[in-house]
């Protein structure tokens, strides 16, 4: 069954979505780094909040 569009619910904070603009809006200023940095970042930790904030943290 497909996700019905119409019910808007809670965003998933715990995982990021690169597919989804605002999602990445949202991920780039909370970590005040670019897309790409961003990407880079879940390329290496996977899409883990907590992870890729770590990750971050760490640079």
Do not use: C, P
Not at 15 to 20: A, D, F, L, P, W
Not at 28 to 35: A, D, I, L, P, Q
């Amino acid at each position: 069954m497909s996700d019905d569009l119409n019910k808007k619910g809670q965003q998933d904070r715990s995982r990021i979505n690169m597919n989804e603009d605002h999602e990445v809006a949202y991920w780039t200023e909370k970590f005040n780094v670019s897309r790409e940095e961003l990407q880079r970042a879940v390329d290496q930790a996977g899409n883990s909040a907590d992870a890729v904030a770590q990750l971050l943290r760490s640079k």
